[in-house]
């Protein structure tokens, strides 16, 4: 279960425009965070996201205070030599297309959340903040939950 705050450009650097000042139109369909064990210092949050808009909308990065920083990242799969491997990299945006969905999953698309600032308990609810290229920004929150 995912739940949304109202989106603002705060704490967001440079001249703010018209476009920035309005809520970052994106519905959260799912957030959820991976549980892990006290002792690891790293977890993938997974958020789907719909834009109903006209125009793509770029995400360039994520903020939570349960983590240190964020990595957005995907999964890829290569070819080497007719094996397929599949490996993560880290990716500079990750884009929600006008009238369509963002999936991140296990697998796939993610956050990866690094530098955990304290244990992360299932069924707890955990503040995520993902940045639009333009400056907008959305809050959101998401489930601790286990993979």
């Known amino acids: 279960m995912a739940s949304a705050a109202p989106a603002s450009g705060a704490g967001v650097s440079g ?23 006290p002792s690891m210092h790293e977890t993938a ?4 996201l719909h834009n109903p ?6 995400l360039v990065g994520a903020s939570t205070p349960a983590a240190e920083h964020t990595m957005l990242m995907e999964t890829v799969i290569t ?5 397929s491997m ?7 945006s990750l884009t929600v297309p006008a009238g369509g969905e963002l999936a991140m999953a296990s697998g796939g698309d ?5 530098g955990l600032t304290q244990p992360l308990e299932e069924g707890q609810e955990m503040a995520l903040t ?7 920004t959305l809050e959101l929150n998401a489930v601790v939950e286990r993979p």
């Not at 000042?21 to 957030?31: G, S």
């Not at 949050?45 to 789907?48: L, Q, S």
């Not at 993610?110 to 690094?114: K, P, Q, V």
């Not at 993902?130 to 907008?136: F, I, V």
């Open 15 to 37: 001249a703010a425009t018209a476009e920035s000042a309005q809520p970052l139109a994106l519905e959260v369909r799912a957030a959820g965070v991976t549980a892990v064990p």
């Open 45 to 48: 949050a997974y958020v789907t």
């Open 53 to 58: 808009g006209e125009q793509d909308i770029v």
């Open 79 to 83: 070819d080497a030599s007719g094996t």
């Open 86 to 92: 599949s490996g993560m990299v880290e990716v500079q």
């Open 110 to 114: 993610h956050i990866m959340l690094m």
């Open 130 to 136: 993902l940045q639009a290229q333009d400056g907008r």
